[in-house]
Nanobody, 118 residues
Framework: QLQLVESGGGLVQPGGSLRLSCAAS????????VGWFRQAPGRARERVSC????????YYQDSVKGRFTISRDNAKNTVYLQLNSLKPEDTAVYYC???????????WGQGTQVTVSL
């Protein structure tokens, strides 16, 4: 069964950058669409970005367009989310999820905390 592990979160000042990683085991991640989600305290979980399998088309939530970039490294069985120009409102636990297509989430990681603060 596919297992996902996120890493790369941390505390960063506004305007800073982080790179989140979603590493897979038990399966080949490039066969799956992979989405990044986030959940802030008291708020519903929301999809931030997704990269499809095959043509690797990408989706971004409007609030992160131009700041976040999703990518794959198939040799490392890993999907990344580059977070630039971070804002306090980006503070959340970030999760990755894999599925046959973006919009369906079959496998989840445990999450990584991103905190944007002075």
């Amino acid at each position: 069964q596919l297992q996902l592990v996120e890493s790369g979160g941390g505390l960063v000042q506004p305007g800073g950058s982080l790179r989140l990683s979603c590493a897979a085991s038990g399966g080949t991640l490039n066969y799956y669409a992979v989405g990044w989600f986030r959940q802030a305290p008291g708020r519903a979980r929301e999809r931030v970005s997704c990269i499809s399998s095959g043509d690797e088309s990408t989706y971004y939530q409007d609030s992160v367009k131009g700041r976040f970039t999703i990518s794959r490294d198939n040799a490392k069985n890993t999907v990344y989310l580059q977070l630039n120009s971070l804002k306090p409102e980006d503070t959340a636990v970030y999760y990755c999820a894999a599925s046959p297509n973006c919009g369906y989430e079959d496998y989840w990681g445990q999450g990584t905390q991103v905190t944007v603060s002075l």
